[in-house]
């Protein structure tokens, strides 16, 4: 009888070492990241600018309503004024505060010749900022259509007229 040696075979042994693959690719990510962001955060500038007292900020410019309304009537502040009252009341802000801005709401009806003579007016008082005020239009499309049939829009400089 032979005694042969029992040899017993080890189980798989623990791994001790670390996988390294989801670390660098997680670092790759990271360095990608960092490239593509780096030029945004370079380009502010910081100063440490030299402190003032006449370097304060100045105040934001006014700005006066002036409306005309259908019947060529011109309102400044909401109060209505004839032709020379108007121009004698611009002259005076405009001698005040040359930087102010007039906000010009004139009706649609009301005629181009009328609105330019206005305009002139704000002009020869030395007021050169001046914005016409208007309306969104509303947006076209099938739910803003009525029961009544299509409507028709006036013709403007900007707009031709439209042929059915």
């Given at each position: 009888m032979a005694f042969g040696r029992l040899e017993r075979t080890t189980g798989p042994q623990p791994m001790?070492?670390?996988?390294?693959?989801?670390?660098v690719d997680v670092m790759l990510v990271l360095v990608v990241i960092f490239i593509l962001t780096a030029p945004l955060l370079a380009s502010s500038i910081r100063l440490d600018l030299p402190r003032s007292e006449g370097a304060t900020p100045g105040s934001a410019p006014q700005a006066i309503t002036l409306v005309v309304d259908a019947k060529g009537q011109a309102y400044l502040d909401d109060q209505p004024l004839s032709q020379p009252a108007l121009a004698e009341r611009l002259r005076r802000i405009g001698a005040e505060q040359p930087?102010?801005?007039v906000q010009l709401r004139a009706d649609a009806a009301v005629p181009y010749g009328r609105v330019v003579e206005v305009?002139?007016?704000a002009h020869l008082a030395g007021?050169?900022?001046i914005g016409f005020v208007a309306e969104p239009a509303p947006p076209a499309g099938p739910s803003t259509a009525t029961s009544a049939g299509p409507t028709s829009t006036p013709a403007t400089?900007?707009?031709?007229?439209?042929?059915?």
């Open positions: 001790s070492d670390i996988n390294m693959t989801p670390l930087d102010t801005e305009m002139g007016a007021l050169q900022r400089a900007s707009q031709p007229p439209r042929t059915p």
